[in-house]
């Protein structure tokens, strides 16, 4: 993304054309982004045996698992449509990670005779899993190390109260599981979090799970999962990845020297490889003045994009018809009848009716979050890669509304 001859680009492209071509609004996705991410993440890491598997809830268009799989990366799925779609992208199943909470047995079984790997976050599901497979399916195991970590309440995972992983004070129940059951431990797995700035939280976490991992000596991988934070505005701090790296690549390989077994370090990140490859734009509908706000009233709402309302999430926006000119002050809302207010008393230059407002940070958890609330059409995806503008998804219609509707005689 440039501004340049007061027009912004992606790889090229003025944004404002995509949307005039695709229509309003409008996801777009710069595919040179999220590969300048996987690199740079896997650069970090080049010290050691790495591998990165994209978490596809974050961003799940199967145009976007194609490119990271073209990229070497695994897959990190948390429902069994997420492994089927990464099967669909061409994964092979031995790089798919699934990680389910409170799935049912069911479906972790069918997972699993998929040959995709099994990551377990609860002592009744280990013990099922055990009975039924034995030794025949490795396991991998999400331990909850307790740790407080997270931008906030809502994507915190490792605290004492959370429903995620199994705690680290059990282990020796999960050893018993595992010991009477014949079971293999392949992994170890924690995942604390997003948002997490800090590269201490993670080298700590990193400590409490390495410990653990000498109980199991029959691992192939520690999956140290995501949470890495990226900058959503203009001097916003975000995880120091390369420093990160350096330290944990060291204590992971002094680590591996120490217990004799080469293991593989695995990350899982979303949000770092997709949030700001995403752009959002929407069309001014209205320019509301009240007794005390100026609103800016968008065709699009908290059914397309949540994160503002549902996380405090602080997305950047520009007015891309006019880049350039005097500034105001705008209060950014939706359409929908609930106060979906995208930004408050954000400095942008000038609106008019009509003028395209584009949102940074839309790659993680905007699109994959969508519904049809107010009974909205969700809107369309389009990738930009090598310097062209592909339509990956088609812009709901009516129809897609009432498809499963069946009309009762009533
Ligand atoms: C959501 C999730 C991730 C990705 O988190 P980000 O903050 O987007 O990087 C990774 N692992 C698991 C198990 C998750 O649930």
């Known amino acids: 993304m440039e501004l340049k001859r007061n027009q912004y680009l992606i790889d090229g492209i003025p944004v404002t054309k995509i949307v005039e071509k695709y229509g309003s609004p409008l996801y777009i996705y710069d595919s040179a982004k999220m590969v300048s991410q996987y690199k740079r993440m896997t650069k970090a890491f080049s010290n050691t045996k790495v591998r990165i598997n994209y978490a596809a809830k974050a961003l799940t268009n199967l145009n976007i698992l194609k490119i990271f799989r073209q990229q070497g990366a695994g897959l990190d799925a948390v429902s069994i449509q997420e492994v089927r779609l990464g099967l669909k992208a061409g994964f092979d199943p031995q790089d798919i990670i699934y990680t389910p909470n409170c799935v049912s047995i069911e479906e972790i079984c069918e997972v699993a005779d998929m040959g995709v790997r099994i990551n377990i976050d609860n002592i009744s599901i280990l013990e099922q899993f055990g009975h039924r497979y034995g030794s025949s399916i490795p396991v991998c195991i999400r331990i909850n190390p307790h740790i407080l970590a997270g931008g906030n309440q809502k994507i915190s995972t490792g605290h004492i109260d959370s429903k995620f992983g199994i705690s680290i004070y059990q282990t020796p129940l999960v050893k018993r599981v595992v010991e009477t059951n014949n079971m293999r431990v392949e992994g170890l797995h924690m995942h604390t979090g997003s948002d997490i700035l800090d590269v201490e939280v993670f080298l700590r976490g990193a400590e409490i799970i390495l410990d653990t991992a000498k109980e199991f000596e029959e691992l192939d991988y520690i999956d140290f999962g995501s949470g890495f934070k990226v900058a959503y505005k203009a001097d ?106 995208f930004g408050w008393n954000r400095k942008i230059t000038e609106i008019s009716e009509g003028d395209y407002i584009m949102f940074r940070n839309a790659g993680a958890y905007c699109f994959a979050m969508a519904s049809n609330y107010n009974s909205r059409c969700r809107p369309a995806e389009v990738l930009v890669h090598e310097g062209r503008d592909h339509l990956i998804r088609k812009r709901e219609e009516f129809d897609d509304l009432t498809r499963n509707i069946v009309e009762a005689e009533i």
């Not at 800016?296 to 950047?316: C, E, K, Q, S, V």
């Open 236 to 341: 916003d701090i975000e995880t120091d990845i390369e420093a990160l790296g350096q330290q944990l690549s060291k204590r992971f390989n002094d680590y591996c020297k120490e217990v004799g077994r080469e293991l593989t370090l695995i990350f899982e990140p979303g949000k770092y490889l997709v949030s700001e490859a995403g752009f959002f734009v929407a069309r001014t509908n209205v320019i509301k003045q009240t007794t005390s706000t100026v609103f800016a009233g968008l065709d699009t709402g908290m059914n397309h994009f949540i994160r503002p309302m549902f996380y405090d999430a602080y997305h950047d926006a520009v007015n891309i018809s006019r880049p350039n000119g005097k500034t105001r002050i705008y209060t950014l809302v939706g359409y929908i009848c609930e106060t979906d207010t």
